[in-house]
């Protein structure tokens, strides 16, 4: 299976302030199509996971802009500019590449 | 609306057996693989399987191969995760999820998701 790992796994961050989660695999997630399956998915306290980015770097609409994905080959980042509130929540990487498809850690963002 | 409602709460002995859902509405059903997450207490996200509905072609993550069936009927537009005997150790929130197969082109995948079905195994 695909190695996908996160970092940090905890991230405290001030209102207002901006956050960054590096992903890594241990393969090259570009698929046979061209395209590179890396997926960010938030999930609040209680809730499903809710899709952010796709294709490393596509925002889902109602994505607030501050919200952004970068990265190529293996090697990924979700940035948060101007934490909020409601950004409280565990962020996952998913590489849906190759089968079986595997997630990160998560990394909990929490206000400091 | 394309919307994914699953199954209520179970709360099961070890060894009885058990069939979640996961209907879906809001699009063409048949279209779309359909996937299981098992997600343990306090623990992250694992993909146990994805069914399309379509051909009922059917693909397990090896660790979960043989532990559960996943199913589909297209005439209820409703998707099935199964266990035969329960273990202790199956007690977690079961999410189901879509996917569009990637040559469709419209960054369809795993785009919406179930509200989770917490399934607790106990004696």
């Known amino acids: 299976d695909v190695v996908m790992t996160q970092s940090p796994l905890s991230l405290p961050v001030t209102l207002g302030q901006s956050a960054s989660i590096s992903c890594r695999s241990n393969r090259s997630l570009v698929y046979s199509d061209g395209n590179t399956y890396l997926i960010w998915f938030q999930q609040r306290p209680g809730q499903s996971p809710r899709r952010l980015i796709y294709k490393v770097s596509s925002r889902d609409s109602g994505v607030p802009d501050r919200f952004s994905g970068s990265g190529s080959g293996s090697d990924f980042t979700l940035k948060i500019s101007r934490v909020e509130a409601e950004d409280v929540a565990v962020y996952y990487c998913m590489q849906g590449t190759h089968w079986p498809y595997t997630f990160g850690q998560g990394t909990k963002l929490e206000l400091k | 609306e394309v919307q994914l409602v699953q199954s209520g709460p179970e709360v099961k002995k070890p060894g009885e057996s058990l069939r979640i859902s996961c209907k879906g509405s809001g699009y063409h059903f048949s279209r779309y693989w359909i996937g299981w997450v098992r997600q343990m207490p306090g623990k992250g996200l694992e993909w146990m399987g994805l069914?399309?509905?379509?051909?009922?072609?059917?693909t397990y993550s090896p660790s979960f191969q043989g532990q559960v069936t996943i199913s589909a009927d297209k005439s209820t537009t409703t998707a099935y995760l199964q266990w035969r005997s329960l273990k202790a150790s199956d007690t977690a929130m079961y999410y189901c999820a879509r996917t569009e197969p990637y040559y469709y082109g419209s960054g369809s995948h795993f785009d919406y998701w179930g509200q989770g079905t917490p399934v607790t195994v106990s004696s």
């Open positions: 069914i399309f509905p379509g051909d009922s072609n059917i």
